[in-house]
Protein backbone atom coordinates (compact mmCIF):
# COMPACT_ATOMS: atom_id res chain seq x y z
CA UNK A 1 0.00 0.00 0.00
CA UNK A 2 1.32 3.19 -1.19
CA UNK A 3 2.23 5.75 2.23
CA UNK A 4 -0.09 8.44 2.46
CA UNK A 5 1.77 11.77 3.38
CA UNK A 6 -0.98 14.86 4.74
CA UNK A 7 1.51 17.11 4.26
CA UNK A 8 1.77 16.65 0.02
CA UNK A 9 -1.67 18.10 -0.09
CA UNK A 10 -1.07 21.60 1.39
CA UNK A 11 -0.80 24.59 -0.62
CA UNK A 12 2.52 26.99 -0.72
CA UNK A 13 -0.58 29.55 0.97
CA UNK A 14 -0.97 27.43 4.04
CA UNK A 15 3.15 27.59 4.64
CA UNK A 16 3.20 31.64 4.75
CA UNK A 17 -0.19 31.91 6.45
CA UNK A 18 0.97 33.48 10.16
CA UNK A 19 2.82 36.26 11.47
CA UNK A 20 6.28 34.09 11.10
CA UNK A 21 9.05 36.25 13.16
CA UNK A 22 6.46 37.32 15.82
CA UNK A 23 5.13 33.95 16.46
CA UNK A 24 9.04 32.58 16.08
CA UNK A 25 9.98 35.17 19.16
CA UNK A 26 7.25 35.28 21.55
CA UNK A 27 7.42 31.33 21.06
CA UNK A 28 10.89 31.17 21.62
CA UNK A 29 10.35 33.54 24.75
CA UNK A 30 7.87 31.38 26.13
CA UNK A 31 9.73 27.94 25.91
CA UNK A 32 12.83 29.89 27.28
CA UNK A 33 11.12 30.81 30.29
CA UNK A 34 9.19 27.76 31.03
CA UNK A 35 13.38 26.17 30.98
CA UNK A 36 13.57 28.57 33.91
CA UNK A 37 15.24 31.66 32.16
CA UNK A 38 14.68 35.54 33.10
CA UNK A 39 13.18 37.11 29.59
CA UNK A 40 11.53 40.06 29.28
CA UNK A 41 9.47 39.63 26.61
CA UNK A 42 8.61 42.91 23.89
CA UNK A 43 7.17 40.81 20.90
CA UNK A 44 3.07 40.99 21.34
CA UNK A 45 1.37 43.72 20.78
CA UNK A 46 -0.97 43.12 23.36
CA UNK A 47 -1.90 45.54 26.09
CA UNK A 48 -0.94 44.35 29.13
CA UNK A 49 -4.70 45.91 31.25
CA UNK A 50 -7.40 43.76 31.92
CA UNK A 51 -10.62 45.13 29.74
CA UNK A 52 -12.33 48.20 32.09
CA UNK A 53 -15.19 46.62 34.20
CA UNK A 54 -18.52 47.98 32.81
CA UNK A 55 -16.92 46.42 29.74
CA UNK A 56 -17.19 43.26 31.40
CA UNK A 57 -20.10 44.00 33.11
CA UNK A 58 -22.67 44.80 29.96
CA UNK A 59 -21.28 41.15 28.65
CA UNK A 60 -22.06 39.72 31.40
CA UNK A 61 -25.77 40.82 31.48
CA UNK A 62 -25.93 39.97 27.71
CA UNK A 63 -25.18 36.67 28.64
CA UNK A 64 -27.66 36.42 31.40
CA UNK A 65 -30.28 38.24 28.92
CA UNK A 66 -30.09 35.19 26.34
CA UNK A 67 -28.09 37.39 24.14
CA UNK A 68 -26.25 33.74 23.23
CA UNK A 69 -27.41 33.20 19.94
CA UNK A 70 -26.15 33.73 16.48
CA UNK A 71 -26.30 37.55 15.63
CA UNK A 72 -27.03 39.28 11.89
CA UNK A 73 -23.95 39.16 9.92
CA UNK A 74 -23.42 42.68 9.43
CA UNK A 75 -23.65 43.22 13.67
CA UNK A 76 -26.36 43.97 15.74
CA UNK A 77 -28.37 46.79 14.68
CA UNK A 78 -27.89 48.80 17.92
CA UNK A 79 -24.06 48.71 17.51
CA UNK A 80 -24.27 49.47 13.74
CA UNK A 81 -25.71 52.73 15.12
CA UNK A 82 -23.47 53.86 18.09
CA UNK A 83 -20.47 53.01 15.40
CA UNK A 84 -22.22 55.38 13.03
CA UNK A 85 -22.59 58.19 16.25
CA UNK A 86 -18.86 57.41 17.28
CA UNK A 87 -17.62 57.58 13.45
CA UNK A 88 -19.52 60.88 13.04
CA UNK A 89 -18.48 62.54 16.93
CA UNK A 90 -14.86 61.56 16.79
CA UNK A 91 -13.40 60.69 13.05
CA UNK A 92 -15.85 63.43 10.98
CA UNK A 93 -17.04 60.17 8.65
CA UNK A 94 -20.62 60.08 7.62
CA UNK A 95 -21.41 56.98 7.61
CA UNK A 96 -25.12 55.33 8.45
CA UNK A 97 -25.43 51.95 10.17
CA UNK A 98 -25.14 49.91 6.57
CA UNK A 99 -21.98 51.17 5.47
CA UNK A 100 -21.05 49.61 8.48
CA UNK A 101 -19.79 45.48 8.42
CA UNK A 102 -19.12 44.19 12.17
CA UNK A 103 -16.26 41.33 12.40
CA UNK A 104 -14.54 39.13 14.05
CA UNK A 105 -11.87 41.12 15.21
CA UNK A 106 -10.27 44.22 12.93
CA UNK A 107 -8.13 41.49 11.18
CA UNK A 108 -11.09 39.91 10.00
CA UNK A 109 -12.25 43.46 8.35
CA UNK A 110 -9.08 44.09 6.33
CA UNK A 111 -9.50 40.33 4.90
CA UNK A 112 -13.11 41.35 4.30
CA UNK A 113 -12.50 44.53 2.53
CA UNK A 114 -9.05 43.49 0.43
CA UNK A 115 -10.91 40.21 -0.48
CA UNK A 116 -13.86 42.08 -1.99
CA UNK A 117 -11.93 44.34 -3.90
CA UNK A 118 -8.37 42.92 -4.67
CA UNK A 119 -8.49 40.30 -7.66
CA UNK A 120 -5.91 38.75 -9.50
CA UNK A 121 -3.47 41.14 -10.94
CA UNK A 122 -4.27 44.40 -9.16
CA UNK A 123 -1.63 46.09 -7.42
CA UNK A 124 -1.93 47.02 -3.54
CA UNK A 125 0.76 50.17 -2.55
CA UNK A 126 1.99 49.04 0.93
CA UNK A 127 3.93 51.32 2.65
CA UNK A 128 6.66 50.16 4.75
CA UNK A 129 7.49 49.48 7.27
CA UNK A 130 3.91 47.91 7.97
CA UNK A 131 2.28 45.10 9.69
CA UNK A 132 2.48 41.46 8.24
CA UNK A 133 -1.16 40.80 7.89
CA UNK A 134 -1.57 43.40 5.35
CA UNK A 135 1.09 41.42 2.07
CA UNK A 136 -0.45 37.97 3.40
CA UNK A 137 -3.96 38.94 2.74
CA UNK A 138 -3.24 40.84 -0.64
CA UNK A 139 -1.64 37.61 -1.71
CA UNK A 140 -4.16 35.28 -0.57
CA UNK A 141 -6.31 37.49 -3.02
CA UNK A 142 -4.34 37.29 -5.33
CA UNK A 143 -3.15 40.63 -5.82
CA UNK A 144 0.26 42.29 -6.04
CA UNK A 145 2.05 44.03 -3.27
CA UNK A 146 4.30 47.01 -4.47
CA UNK A 147 6.05 47.94 -1.58
CA UNK A 148 7.49 51.57 -0.87
CA UNK A 149 10.18 52.22 2.17
CA UNK A 150 10.83 55.03 4.36
CA UNK A 151 12.85 54.77 7.04
CA UNK A 152 13.71 57.03 10.41
CA UNK A 153 14.59 59.46 8.33
CA UNK A 154 11.41 60.12 7.20
CA UNK A 155 9.66 59.12 9.84
CA UNK A 156 9.00 56.16 8.68
CA UNK A 157 5.75 58.47 5.99
CA UNK A 158 6.13 57.48 2.54
CA UNK A 159 6.00 60.63 0.94
CA UNK A 160 2.99 61.55 -1.25
CA UNK A 161 5.19 62.33 -4.21
CA UNK A 162 6.29 58.71 -3.88
CA UNK A 163 3.08 56.92 -3.57
CA UNK A 164 1.97 59.02 -6.91
CA UNK A 165 5.17 57.95 -8.81
CA UNK A 166 4.70 54.33 -8.01
CA UNK A 167 1.16 54.09 -9.12
CA UNK A 168 -0.04 52.04 -12.28
CA UNK A 169 -3.23 51.60 -13.88
CA UNK A 170 -3.30 48.08 -12.05
CA UNK A 171 -2.67 49.92 -8.59
CA UNK A 172 -6.40 49.47 -6.88
CA UNK A 173 -5.46 49.78 -3.43
CA UNK A 174 -3.40 51.84 -0.77
CA UNK A 175 -2.87 50.40 2.71
CA UNK A 176 -2.39 53.40 5.35
CA UNK A 177 -2.17 52.38 8.99
CA UNK A 178 -2.50 55.73 11.38
CA UNK A 179 -1.25 55.66 14.01
CA UNK A 180 1.49 52.89 12.29
CA UNK A 181 2.66 49.69 13.74
CA UNK A 182 5.35 48.83 13.76
CA UNK A 183 6.58 52.51 14.17
CA UNK A 184 4.22 54.96 16.00
CA UNK A 185 4.28 57.38 12.95
CA UNK A 186 1.34 59.63 12.59
CA UNK A 187 0.24 61.09 9.42
CA UNK A 188 -0.63 64.96 9.54
CA UNK A 189 -3.40 66.53 8.01
CA UNK A 190 -1.36 68.05 5.74
CA UNK A 191 0.23 64.34 5.36
CA UNK A 192 -3.14 62.90 5.02
CA UNK A 193 -4.72 65.75 2.28
CA UNK A 194 -1.66 65.43 0.07
CA UNK A 195 -2.03 61.80 -0.56
CA UNK A 196 -5.97 62.66 -1.26
CA UNK A 197 -5.05 64.73 -3.65
CA UNK A 198 -2.93 61.51 -5.28
CA UNK A 199 -6.08 59.00 -4.99
CA UNK A 200 -8.16 61.28 -6.60
CA UNK A 201 -6.71 61.97 -9.53
CA UNK A 202 -7.08 58.05 -10.56
CA UNK A 203 -10.53 57.20 -11.07
CA UNK A 204 -9.95 53.34 -9.86
CA UNK A 205 -8.09 53.93 -6.65
CA UNK A 206 -9.20 53.70 -2.80
CA UNK A 207 -7.35 53.69 0.78
CA UNK A 208 -8.13 51.26 3.01
CA UNK A 209 -7.17 53.24 6.40
CA UNK A 210 -6.23 50.86 9.38
CA UNK A 211 -7.22 53.58 12.81
CA UNK A 212 -6.85 50.73 15.61
CA UNK A 213 -4.71 52.55 17.46
CA UNK A 214 -6.64 56.26 17.31
CA UNK A 215 -6.93 56.09 21.30
CA UNK A 216 -3.40 55.31 21.92
CA UNK A 217 -2.01 58.98 20.94
CA UNK A 218 0.50 60.98 23.35
CA UNK A 219 -0.14 64.29 21.30
CA UNK A 220 -0.95 65.70 18.37
CA UNK A 221 -4.48 65.12 16.15
CA UNK A 222 -5.77 61.76 14.87
CA UNK A 223 -7.39 62.71 11.38
CA UNK A 224 -9.25 60.08 9.18
CA UNK A 225 -8.33 60.21 6.00
CA UNK A 226 -11.91 59.18 4.95
CA UNK A 227 -13.30 62.49 6.57
CA UNK A 228 -11.11 64.83 4.03
CA UNK A 229 -13.34 66.05 1.46
CA UNK A 230 -13.67 64.03 -1.48
CA UNK A 231 -12.34 60.95 -0.09
CA UNK A 232 -15.36 59.66 2.02
CA UNK A 233 -16.29 57.41 -1.37
CA UNK A 234 -12.42 56.54 -1.80
CA UNK A 235 -12.03 54.93 1.77
CA UNK A 236 -12.74 51.85 3.71
CA UNK A 237 -11.99 52.64 7.65
CA UNK A 238 -10.99 49.88 9.57
CA UNK A 239 -11.20 49.59 13.56
CA UNK A 240 -11.83 47.91 16.27
CA UNK A 241 -11.83 47.55 20.37
CA UNK A 242 -8.98 45.59 20.65
CA UNK A 243 -5.74 47.73 21.33
CA UNK A 244 -7.53 51.10 23.17
CA UNK A 245 -10.63 49.63 25.01
CA UNK A 246 -8.05 46.67 26.12
CA UNK A 247 -10.39 43.90 24.41
CA UNK A 248 -7.97 41.64 22.51
CA UNK A 249 -9.36 38.28 23.64
CA UNK A 250 -12.93 40.01 22.71
CA UNK A 251 -11.82 39.90 19.21
CA UNK A 252 -14.52 42.63 17.95
CA UNK A 253 -13.71 44.81 14.77
CA UNK A 254 -15.16 46.66 12.30
CA UNK A 255 -15.24 48.84 8.76
CA UNK A 256 -16.85 51.52 7.61
CA UNK A 257 -17.04 52.23 3.96
CA UNK A 258 -19.49 53.22 0.64
CA UNK A 259 -22.38 50.71 0.71
CA UNK A 260 -21.80 48.54 -2.49
CA UNK A 261 -18.34 47.66 -0.54
CA UNK A 262 -19.88 47.03 3.25
CA UNK A 263 -22.12 45.01 1.50
CA UNK A 264 -19.86 43.00 -0.09
CA UNK A 265 -17.71 42.56 2.74
CA UNK A 266 -21.16 41.48 4.64
CA UNK A 267 -21.09 38.99 2.13
CA UNK A 268 -17.59 37.52 2.40
CA UNK A 269 -18.04 37.56 5.84
CA UNK A 270 -21.22 35.73 5.62
CA UNK A 271 -19.26 32.62 3.25
CA UNK A 272 -16.20 32.71 5.85
CA UNK A 273 -17.47 33.25 9.52
CA UNK A 274 -21.00 34.86 9.62
CA UNK A 275 -21.92 37.41 12.30
CA UNK A 276 -19.79 38.23 15.45
CA UNK A 277 -20.64 37.25 19.12
CA UNK A 278 -23.72 38.90 19.82
CA UNK A 279 -23.00 39.80 23.78
CA UNK A 280 -19.52 41.06 23.12
CA UNK A 281 -21.54 43.34 20.34
CA UNK A 282 -23.23 44.59 23.36
CA UNK A 283 -20.29 45.39 25.23
CA UNK A 284 -19.23 47.34 22.54
CA UNK A 285 -21.71 49.70 22.76
CA UNK A 286 -20.88 50.03 26.78
CA UNK A 287 -17.40 50.41 25.62
CA UNK A 288 -18.43 53.17 23.07
CA UNK A 289 -20.67 54.83 25.44
CA UNK A 290 -19.82 54.90 28.57
CA UNK A 291 -17.34 56.25 30.51
CA UNK A 292 -13.97 56.67 29.26
CA UNK A 293 -11.69 57.20 32.24
CA UNK A 294 -10.03 53.74 31.98
CA UNK A 295 -9.09 54.46 28.10
CA UNK A 296 -7.47 57.68 29.45
CA UNK A 297 -5.66 55.72 32.10
CA UNK A 298 -4.07 53.32 30.17
CA UNK A 299 -2.74 56.04 27.44
CA UNK A 300 -0.87 57.95 30.39
CA UNK A 301 0.63 54.94 31.37
CA UNK A 302 1.84 54.28 27.95
CA UNK A 303 3.23 57.72 27.31
CA UNK A 304 5.20 57.21 30.40
CA UNK A 305 6.51 53.81 29.48
CA UNK A 306 6.99 55.41 25.99
CA UNK A 307 9.40 58.06 27.50
CA UNK A 308 11.18 55.10 28.91
CA UNK A 309 11.61 53.14 26.42
CA UNK A 310 12.78 56.31 24.31
CA UNK A 311 15.29 57.39 26.92
CA UNK A 312 16.46 53.82 27.11
CA UNK A 313 17.55 53.41 23.48
CA UNK A 314 18.21 56.91 22.77
CA UNK A 315 21.63 55.88 24.64
CA UNK A 316 22.48 53.34 22.98
CA UNK A 317 25.38 54.42 20.17
CA UNK A 318 24.92 53.37 17.04
CA UNK A 319 21.18 52.85 17.45
CA UNK A 320 18.55 55.63 15.62
CA UNK A 321 15.14 56.08 16.65
CA UNK A 322 12.74 58.79 16.13
CA UNK A 323 9.66 59.90 18.12
CA UNK A 324 6.79 57.70 19.05
CA UNK A 325 3.93 59.97 18.61
CA UNK A 326 1.09 57.08 19.24
CA UNK A 327 0.72 53.49 20.09
CA UNK A 328 2.74 50.87 21.96
CA UNK A 329 5.67 50.27 19.70
CA UNK A 330 9.23 51.44 19.29
CA UNK A 331 11.14 50.81 15.83
CA UNK A 332 14.73 51.63 16.38
CA UNK A 333 16.96 51.65 13.09
CA UNK A 334 19.46 49.02 14.29
CA UNK A 335 21.24 48.82 11.00
CA UNK A 336 24.84 50.54 12.14
CA UNK A 337 25.14 47.87 14.65
CA UNK A 338 24.76 44.62 12.19
CA UNK A 339 27.96 43.15 10.97
CA UNK A 340 29.49 43.35 14.47
CA UNK A 341 30.79 41.03 16.61
CA UNK A 342 29.43 39.15 19.27
CA UNK A 343 31.78 36.96 20.67
CA UNK A 344 32.78 34.56 17.37
CA UNK A 345 29.84 35.69 15.84
CA UNK A 346 28.93 38.09 13.09
CA UNK A 347 25.09 39.47 13.79
CA UNK A 348 24.78 40.72 10.15
CA UNK A 349 20.54 40.41 10.06
CA UNK A 350 17.99 41.49 12.68
CA UNK A 351 17.40 37.85 12.42
CA UNK A 352 20.23 37.37 13.95
CA UNK A 353 20.24 40.38 16.62
CA UNK A 354 16.89 39.38 17.77
CA UNK A 355 18.26 35.69 18.13
CA UNK A 356 20.95 36.83 20.09
CA UNK A 357 19.23 39.39 22.14
CA UNK A 358 16.98 36.71 23.34
CA UNK A 359 19.39 33.69 23.81
CA UNK A 360 22.35 35.87 25.35
CA UNK A 361 20.91 38.54 27.37
CA UNK A 362 16.71 37.68 27.86
CA UNK A 363 14.84 40.35 25.77
CA UNK A 364 12.88 39.36 23.15
CA UNK A 365 12.13 41.65 20.36
CA UNK A 366 10.83 41.27 16.38
CA UNK A 367 13.17 41.43 13.99
CA UNK A 368 12.03 43.79 11.14
CA UNK A 369 11.87 41.62 8.27
CA UNK A 370 8.68 41.22 9.93
CA UNK A 371 7.36 44.50 8.59
CA UNK A 372 9.48 45.15 5.45
CA UNK A 373 11.96 47.03 6.91
CA UNK A 374 14.87 44.30 7.41
CA UNK A 375 16.83 47.09 9.11
CA UNK A 376 15.00 47.79 12.59
CA UNK A 377 13.59 45.91 15.71
CA UNK A 378 10.23 46.35 17.25
CA UNK A 379 9.35 46.41 20.96
CA UNK A 380 6.14 46.35 22.25
CA UNK A 381 5.84 48.28 25.43
CA UNK A 382 3.08 47.22 26.80
CA UNK A 383 4.43 45.75 29.66
CA UNK A 384 5.49 46.67 33.22
CA UNK A 385 7.93 49.56 33.36
CA UNK A 386 9.69 47.05 35.86
CA UNK A 387 9.85 45.10 33.10
CA UNK A 388 10.65 48.34 30.67
CA UNK A 389 13.80 49.13 33.06
CA UNK A 390 15.63 45.40 32.78
CA UNK A 391 15.00 45.76 29.20
CA UNK A 392 16.47 48.60 28.39
CA UNK A 393 19.36 48.01 31.06
CA UNK A 394 19.91 44.45 29.33
CA UNK A 395 19.74 46.04 25.81
CA UNK A 396 22.45 49.02 26.75
CA UNK A 397 24.88 46.53 28.02
CA UNK A 398 24.57 43.57 25.49
CA UNK A 399 24.42 46.26 22.23
CA UNK A 400 27.25 48.36 24.07
CA UNK A 401 29.35 45.35 24.16
CA UNK A 402 28.99 44.60 20.30
CA UNK A 403 32.81 44.31 18.72
CA UNK A 404 33.94 46.68 16.24
CA UNK A 405 32.53 46.53 12.60
CA UNK A 406 35.04 43.76 11.34
CA UNK A 407 35.15 45.73 7.74
CA UNK A 408 36.81 48.58 10.09
Known sequence: M????????????SQSADEGPIIRMSQRARELRAGGMDVVSLTLGEPDFDTPENIQAAATAAMKAGLTHYSPVMGIPELRNALSAKLRAENGLDYGPNDICVSNGAKQAIANAILSIVGDGDEVIMLAPFWVSYEITV????????????????NYKVPASRIAAAIS????????????????AVWTRGELMELAEVVKSHPHLMVLSDEIYEYIMFGGEMVSIGSLPGMRERTITVNGFSK???MTGWRLGYAAAPAPIAKAMGRMQS???AGANQFVQRAAIAALEGPRGEVERMRQEYQKRRDMVLAGLRAIP???????PATFYAFPDVSGLLGRKAGNHVIDTTDALCDWLLEQHG???????AFGAPGSIRLSFACSETEIAKAMQRMQKALGELGVDPAC
Open 363 to 369: VATVPGT
Open 318 to 324: GLRIGDI
Open 244 to 246: GFA
Open 2 to 13: TQFDPASLLVSR
Open 169 to 184: PRTKLIVLNSPSNPTG
Open 271 to 273: ALT
Open 139 to 154: RFAGGTPKVLHAGVEE
